[in-house]
């Protein structure tokens, strides 16, 4: 299989992974609204995969094929589960897998999972070579921070760098960081030096505190690397990644309605599966940037059922609330 990762444009964008939000709905609404170069599925559990409710948590994996590229991301800490699970991806098609490292959730941390591999480096060996036997010819990355509680550029990434990656993200803060502090873009230059030297064939891809795609092209003038993530970014603007959109001039009326595809999507997809308490959460992302956009959101996030939520986005396109 062709490594996609050397075929994007410079600089390329990415869709973060982020758990509860970037399911197979809402990726399907940044194909609409303004896609990236890559999209990620949300993290999926290895253990889960092979679980006896593996086909729930399979759920995650669903995607159509104008979302390519597409990367389903995983987690846990059996080997053997994720050399099972890179076979599943391998066979539905994904472009690529890439191992979560990253994330610092303490009841995760605490089974030895994800952002506690930085503290593990036999285990996470033993995890990406049974990845990518599994996986096979289908290029294998890694998303993680720069260190646990302070930076560890030379030892974690530096090891990270010698597993032969075809892609590695960078998020620019600590675990015990989390997101309190700014992203330390300022120790960018250093990760790639380390990258340059230790393996140059590796793309690189910086993480944190980007908000709109002129700050993608001011970091590549500044840092030189291959590619920009987004994440917490597209939920004050899920047009993010549109070159033609100014999110300044998008209308109100065009939030709404944008709003209200996502959720009949939601609707069609899930089929009442889902609790319909995981789309009102997306009325941050499409309803602000108006005056009253605080109120409408209020209500929102009052009701209890979809056919209630879809009644104020009605009323909300009148002078109700908006005026």
Not at 73 to 97: C, M, R, S
Request: overall charge neutral.
């Amino acid at each position: 299989m062709e490594n996609f990762w050397k075929n994007l444009p410079s600089p390329f964008t990415v869709l973060a992974p982020l758990d509860g939000i970037t399911d197979v709905v809402f990726r399907q609404m940044m194909v609409k609204l303004g896609k990236p170069d890559v999209l990620f599925t949300e993290f999926t559990s290895t253990d889960g995969i092979i679980s006896p409710g593996g086909s729930h948590v399979a759920e995650n994996f669903y995607f159509k094929p104008n979302e390519q590229p597409v990367v389903a991301q995983i987690w846990g800490i059996k080997p053997e589960n994720f050399y099972t699970t890179a076979q599943l991806v391998k066979e539905l098609g994904f472009a690529g897998i890439d191992i979560n490292m990253g994330c610092p959730v303490r009841a995760i941390i605490k089974d030895g999972a994800c952002s506690a591999l930085i503290k593990n480096h036999s285990l996470t060996k033993e995890i990406i070579q049974a990845t990518k036997e599994g996986a096979g010819d289908l290029p294998l990355s890694i998303k993680t921070r720069i260190g646990f509680n302070e930076e560890q550029i030379e030892n974690w990434i530096g090891f990270l760098l010698e597993q032969d990656l075809s892609a590695l993200t960078i998020h620019l803060r600590t675990v015990e960081e989390q997101s309190r502090v700014p992203a330390h873009w300022e120790l960018m230059p250093q990760i790639k030096k380390l990258r340059d030297d230790k393996a140059p064939h590796t793309i690189l891809v910086g993480n944190g505190d980007i908000r709109s795609l002129n700050e993608v092209e001011e970091k590549y003038r500044t840092y030189d690397i291959d590619g920009f993530m987004i994440g917490r970014g597209i939920f004050s603007n899920p047009w993010i990644f549109n070159k033609a959109v100014n999110h300044e001039q998008i209308t109100i009326n065009q939030r709404f309605s944008s709003y209200l595809e996502h959720i009949k999507l939601f609707q069609e997809t899930w089929k009442g599966k889902k609790n319909p308490a995981n789309i009102r959460k997306f009325c941050k992302a499409y309803i602000n940037n108006f005056e009253g956009a605080a109120a409408v959101r209020e209500k929102m996030m009052q009701t209890n059922t979809l056919k209630d939520l879809m009644e104020v986005i009605k009323l909300g396109t009148t002078t109700v609330f908006v005026n």
